[in-house]
């Protein structure tokens, strides 16, 4: 049984679309968090959501969307796709908001703009 | 001077070495240390843990703190070619504020 899983796997798509990229974790985990690694493989997180409360680091364009329906997924939305939102996205979540909980990632999706 | 500080490699070692990966960091508020390994096209998976200063074993990996230098390890013992991946240093002040990655140092063991 895959533990968070992610789709899509792969999306291309032009410069100035709107895309989503959903996540869902069935490990009963309290915590999501979305991920983006970029062409040098820095991973830097862009969001956290524990019960219902977003910490969002604040380089993130408003253009990303985090939207959670239930415990068990947080979708990414993205507005106005730009050139160098190109990267790998990962969604990860943990059984309780803090660094001492093990995060548990998705296997990616691999987004190009062009 | 960036955050987290990692050689990015790569480095290649043959297999039955010992590897030493390492990072430095300025943000003398970070209380938690961890080592993630990534495969290529996966990922990251969380490997050792450490809260402040000392060291931790498992299996064939240790990990080591020291806060007064800033610096932290990750030692592997006996690599095997299946260690073979990009190893990510992670660290977050005591209440995981400033949670970040190093940028990773990619590892090839070479059968």
């Known amino acids: 049984d895959t533990a968070v899983s992610q789709t899509p796997k792969y999306l291309v798509t032009q410069m100035g679309n709107d895309k989503s990229i959903k996540c869902e974790q069935n490990?009963?985990?309290?915590?999501m968090y979305w991920y983006k690694q970029d062409s040098k493989k820095f991973l830097k997180i862009m969001f956290s959501?524990?019960?219902?409360?977003?910490?969002i680091n604040e380089t993130v364009p408003n253009r990303f969307s985090p939207k959670s329906p239930d415990k068990a997924h947080l979708n990414l939305h993205i507005n106005s796709l730009e050139l160098g939102d190109s990267a790998v996205y990962f969604c990860?979540?943990?059984?309780?908001?803090?660094?001492?909980?093990?995060?548990?990632f998705g296997p990616g999706t691999r987004l190009t703009v062009t | 001077q960036k955050e987290v500080e990692q050689d990015p490699g790569p480095l290649s070692v043959p297999e039955g070495a010992i590897v030493s990966l390492n990072c430095t960091y300025s943000?003398?508020?970070?209380?938690?240390f961890m080592w993630y390994r990534q495969y290529s096209r996966k990922g990251p998976e969380l490997l050792m843990y450490?809260?402040?200063?000392g060291n931790k074993e498992d299996g064939r990996f240790t990990a080591q703190v020291d806060k007064s230098s800033k610096y932290i390890s990750l030692f592997i013992r006996d690599s095997q070619p299946s260690d073979s991946a990009t190893y990510l240093c992670?660290?977050?002040?005591?209440?995981?504020?400033?949670?970040?990655f190093g940028p990773g140092t990619r590892l090839s063991v070479l059968p």
């Open positions: 990860a979540s943990s059984q309780s908001l803090g660094p001492s909980y093990e995060q548990y």
């Open positions: 490990l009963g985990h309290d915590t």
């Open positions: 959501y524990n019960n219902k409360e977003l910490i």
């Open positions: 943000n003398s508020a970070f209380q938690y």
């Open positions: 450490t809260y402040s200063s």
């Open positions: 992670a660290m977050a002040g005591f209440y995981g504020q400033n949670f970040v």
